[in-house]
């Protein structure tokens, strides 16, 4: 389980994130829900250590995780695919799945499993990242954090900009991430319909706060919905 407790975050003189409480269940899909600039992307950077927290705990499998450097986290397996995706135009495919594996023993293969997920990156490995849409740019991404081995992935909206194949796509392999592979997904989402279909678990944030959260199957009764309706 991740657990984040009382955490606060500050940028310059304005308070993004107020005591934001959270737990992420092991084995289970959990998704984070919030309107723009609600502070779902700074409380992931957070987590994964891109920003350091002014005060509060973020503890992984009952290890405190909050002060450690972002490696050191990636090697006690979390990951961390970025908002808008972060993929090296310039490399190949298979050179940017690479770099995903650079904490790894033998980053020189990419294992089966990984193209098995994502059929479409090996019938484009050679093609450089920038040529690919941003649906196959966001597989890709995922892929590349798939390379560290995570027990727990992290997806800062990965439907945006992307089009509803894909985003069904991405969403079945999610599923069986958790459901046949056992892995902790920690999913932000603003596409509501999306979210609703795969949460197991929920929590909707307002103004760097936690206000709602419980069982993916009440979303709809509890009005998230309109919670994050813009
Ligand atoms: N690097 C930054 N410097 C200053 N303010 C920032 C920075 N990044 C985000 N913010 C502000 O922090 C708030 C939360 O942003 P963010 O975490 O990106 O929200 P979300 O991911 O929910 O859209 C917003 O008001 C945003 O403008
Ligand atoms: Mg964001």
Redesign the pocket.
């Known amino acids: 389980m991740l657990e984040v407790e009382d955490l606060n975050q500050y ?2 003189g ?1 308070h ?1 994130l107020r005591n934001v409480r959270m737990t992420v269940p092991d084995g289970k899909l959990t998704v984070l829900l ?1 309107r ?8 992931l950077r957070c987590v994964m250590g891109v920003v350091p927290t002014k005060s509060g705990t973020i503890t992984w499998r009952g290890a405190k995780i909050s002060s450690m450097p972002t490696h050191a986290r990636v090697a006690s397996g979390l990951a961390y695919v970025p ?1 808008g995706r972060d993929i090296f135009g310039r490399l190949t495919v298979e050179e940017n799945l690479l770099v995903g594996a650079a904490s790894r023993k033998s980053p020189s293969k990419i294992p089966d499993r990984i193209y098995d997920l994502f059929p479409v990156l090996r019938d484009m490995k050679h093609r450089r990242g920038g040529d690919l849409s941003g649906g196959q740019q966001q597989q890709l991404a995922i892929g590349r954090a798939l390379m560290s081995e995570p027990q727990l992935l992290i997806l800062d909206e990965p439907t945006e900009g992307i089009q509803p194949s894909i985003i069904r796509d991405i969403g079945r392999t999610l599923r069986q991430l958790v459901d046949e592979m056992g892995m902790t997904v920690l999913l ?1 989402e603003q596409y509501y319909d999306f979210a609703r279909e795969l949460a197991d678990r929920y929590w909707v ?1 307002s103004r760097g706060e936690i206000v709602a959260g419980g069982a993916g199957s009440e979303m709809d009764a509890h009005g998230v919905r309109e919670l994050i309706a813009v």
């Open positions: 940028y310059g304005s993004i919030g723009n600039g609600v502070g779902k992307t700074t409380l908002q932000v944030m």
